[in-house]
């Protein structure tokens, strides 16, 4: 039997010109998907299983955490230098540090869009080291940024090079993770936004030790952890693969079989192609409307608290210590919860997991780009010290928000319902197909 009929691969005669490993790569990228998504046969134990995942979470997830931490902790840099002088150093008044919050989420809306292109068009691992270093290098040179119009600039580019970050983690998360894993491995990554209150907090009372030197010490502060992003985005750009496809990181039998794990989460692994039509039905569909509701309304509060906890917080009387050494209990709260929440959703299938394709993670992100960009207004310079107004307006946000969920939860019951009357039988046939959640009869929402 030749070659061809045994595995349904051909070779034409560019190949044959080709080398070895740049022959792999061609036929991976024209064809292996396609075998993938005809041999549904493939089984996997549970020992084999453990092992891929371990083997998996030992790259994918600490890249993952660590990339994510960064990015929490240089966004997070304005709260911890709001206390360390640059308010007064660079001469703001009234409403301008709110709106270097805001500023922020207007380069990360305007990002959104073209980076999620990017992400479905280009490699993904190598488009992500290419932003951190970027935002790596904006955050540096916010050292020098002393007046609101500079530090309105570097807020916004740093803003854009951001807004890749989470829809990358998703993706990754998505393609390399079982559905029923993901609850857990989201929130292990995204709780690096507690651990960054912790642990920046302790570096930023580090840094305030630094006086009488050339530069203030919250500009120390940018630099140091600015250039720290750069160097990592080397780390990235080196050992996060693309794709299982791709990633030469992994035998062939192993990353075959990486890809077969994932086949059940009828969700594919990567298509770098829009559909007109699946754009007009996202926007048409209640669902993806409630998601972007939900995450709005979220960032409603989180991200006021981001950019304001700190001045809260010191103006109850607390020193520079004791304020920095509060963030550490919020953070520990912060992971507590997030981790928390997705095990116990996870356990007792009561999370609420979608199929995103392209369009539904534009929208998704804008929502929390919105969020973000409008809770920083909701305090006022001229309620301080206390801005009750601020946290009435948080109270009644939160009573929003629990109605959504009510809200979207029904709409999947309702869905669910009727997939189980067109089709009681689910197979996987159709997991690496470039279909919608509408499309395949097989995808279930797990709520």
């Known amino acids: 039997m030749s070659l061809k009929e045994e595995t349904g691969l051909s070779v034409d005669h560019e190949e044959l010109h080709m080398p070895a490993d740049t022959v792999v790569e061609h036929v991976e990228g024209k064809e292996r998907p396609d075998l993938f998504a005809t041999d549904p046969g493939i089984e996997i134990d549970a020992a ?19 990339t994510y931490f960064c990015q929490a902790l240089d966004k997070g840099i304005l709260n911890y230098a709001s206390i360390m002088g640059v308010k007064e150093d660079a001469h703001l008044v009234g409403q301008e540090y709110s709106w270097l919050g805001t500023i922020l989420y207007f380069g990360i809306l305007v990002g959104e869009y073209p980076q999620n292109i990017l992400l479905q068009k280009l490699p993904l691992a190598k488009t992500l080291a290419i932003n951190v270093f970027l935002w790596g290098a904006v955050v ?110 992994f035998g062939e039998e192993d990353r075959m079989l990486m890809v077969e794990r994932v086949r059940h989460n009828e969700t594919g692994i990567k298509n770098k192609q829009y559909k007109k039509y699946q754009i007009i039905e996202a926007l048409k569909d209640p669902f993806v409307w409630c998601s972007v509701a939900l995450i709005t309304v979220a960032n409603l509060i989180i991200g006021g608290l981001g950019v304001f906890s700190n001045l809260i917080i010191q103006q109850f009387g607390f020193s520079l210590l004791q304020t920095q ?13 997030m981790i928390g929440s997705a095990w116990a959703a996870q356990k007792s299938q009561q999370s609420c997991l979608i199929m995103i394709k392209g369009i539904t993670m534009t929208l998704i992100f804008v929502g929390w780009s919105v969020g973000n960009l409008v809770a920083p207004q909701i305090f006022q310079g001229k309620d301080a010290p206390r801005y009750l107004h601020g946290f009435l307006a948080h109270i009644i946000i939160y009573a929003v928000y629990l109605g959504l969920v009510i809200l979207t939860r029904v709409v999947l019951m309702s869905r669910n319902r009727a997939k189980a009357r ?23 929402y797990v709520y």
Request: net charge neutral; charged share 15%; aromatic share 14%.
């Open 140 to 249: 540096s040179c916010s050292a020098v940024s002393t007046r609101f119009a500079s530090l309105m600039v570097v807020r916004f580019l740093l803003g854009f090079f951001e807004s890749c970050v989470q829809p990358a983690m998703m993706l990754l998360t998505s393609m390399w993770y079982k559905r029923e894993e993901q609850s857990v491995l989201n929130a292990i990554w995204y709780c690096m936004s507690g651990v960054q209150l912790m642990i920046g907090g302790l570096l930023a009372f580090g840094v305030s030790h630094f006086t009488n030197g050339p530069i203030k010490n919250w500009q120390l502060l940018f630099l140091v952890l600015g250039l720290a992003t750069c160097v990592w985005s080397f780390f990235i750009g080196i050992f996060l693969p693309d794709s299982p496809l791709s990633a030469k990181c």
């Open 422 to 444: 067109n089709s009681d039988e689910i197979t996987h046939e159709l997991a690496f197909q470039d279909l919608t959640d509408h499309e395949n009869p097989n995808f279930r």
């Open 48 to 66: 084999t299983d453990r092992r891929l995942f371990w083997k998996i979470t030992r790259r994918i997830l600490v890249i993952q955490v660590i």
């Open 325 to 337: 050494l509060l963030n550490i209990a919020q953070g520990a709260w912060t992971i507590i919860w």
